[in-house]
C-alpha cells in the first residue's frame, strides 16, 4: 500500500497477558523499523529489519519480546506477559533503504498501536 | 551514542505569527527529518534533509551539517500548526533517535 498500516489501533491487557501487534510497510519498502513512544515525548528504538532478516535489534528488552517479518505477511511486535511499564504507543515505519545520503531512507511512519496494560 | 536537542520546549503563539525550532545534534548524521505529531498522535513527516535548505508552503527547514544544526521555520501560523515538533537523526545503521521535541500550540 501507500501507507503504513498498523493493527489494532488501541490494546488493552492484564498485566501478565500476551499483546501482539502488526504492521504493513509501505509496497516496496524493504526496511521496517518499530518504535515505542512512552510518556509523550520519549522515541525509543526497538528493533529493524530488512526484508525477513534481523537488521538491528539493539533496543529490544529481550526476554519478553520478540518481532518477525516473514515473506507476505505483515509484520509483527509481541509482547510475553506484558508489564505496566510496556504501556505506550508502538510505532512501525518503513523506509526503502538506510545507507548513505539518499531519500531512499526517509522513513514512514504509521499511525500507531496504543497499548495500554492494566 | 549522538544526542538531539530541540528547542524551545514549549512554544504559545498568536496565530498568523511566525516561528523558528531548533534542533542540535552531537555528531554528523546521513539523515535527517522534521516531523509534526498532531494531537491525535499522528507522526507526519515534514522534510528529509540531511543537508541545505527545502521549503514546503509554509514550512522551510535548513541543516547546516558542518555545525550540526538544523532549523525548522512556520510562518503565518494556523490552530492546525499545534501538536509536537520533533527532529531525528541517524548517522549509522537504520534507527531514528529523536530529540524530546517542541510542543507548539497556536491560539486563534
Known amino acids: 500500500g501507500e501507507e503504513v498500516a498498523q493493527t489494532p489501533k488501541h490494546l488493552v491487557r492484564g498485566e501478565g497477558q500476551k499483546a501482539k501487534l502488526y504492521c504493513a510497510p509501505i509496497?516496496?519498502?524493504?526496511?521496517v523499523f518499530w518504535y515505542q513512544q512512552v510518556l509523550k515525548n520519549e522515541f525509543k528504538f526497538l528493533i529493524s529489519f530488512q526484508n525477513e532478516n534481523v537488521f538491528d535489534e539493539t533496543g529490544m528488552p529481550k526476554e519478553r519480546f520478540s518481532a518477525k517479518c516473514l515473506p507476505n505477511s505483515p509484520c509483527s511486535l509481541e509482547i510475553q506477559a506484558t508489564k505496566l511499564e510496556d504501556s505506550a504507543v508502538y510505532f512501525c515505519?518503513?523506509?526503502?533503504?538506510?545507507?548513505?545520503?539518499?531519500?531512499?531512507?526517509?522513513?514512514?511512519f504509521g499511525p500507531g498501536t496504543r497499548l495500554t496494560v492494566l | 551514542g549522538i544526542q538531539v536537542e530541540q528547542s524551545p520546549p514549549d512554544l504559545i503563539l498568536q496565530e498568523g505569527a511566525n516561528s523558528t525550532l531548533r534542533c542540535n545534534f552531537s555528531d554528523s548524521v546521513n539523515n535527517l527529518q522534521w516531523f509534526h505529531q498532531n494531537p491525535w498522535g499522528q507522526l507526519i513527516n515534514l522534510f528529509y534533509?540531511?543537508?541545505g535548505t527545502k521549503q514546503n508552503g509554509r514550512l522551510s527547514a535548513t541543516t547546516v551539517a558542518t555545525e550540526r544544526y538544523s532549523l525548522l521555520y512556520i510562518s503565518s501560523s494556523q490552530t492546525t500548526d499545534s501538536g509536537v515538533y520533533f527532529c531525528a537523526v541517524k548517522n549509522q545503521g537504520g534507527k531514528l533517535i529523536f530529540g524530546q521535541g517542541t510542543e507548539l500550540s497556536v491560539k486563534p
Open positions: 534533509i540531511p543537508s
Open positions: 515505519a518503513s523506509s526503502q533503504g538506510t545507507s548513505g545520503v539518499s531519500s531512499y531512507n526517509e522513513q514512514f
Open positions: 509496497k516496496g519498502h524493504s526496511y
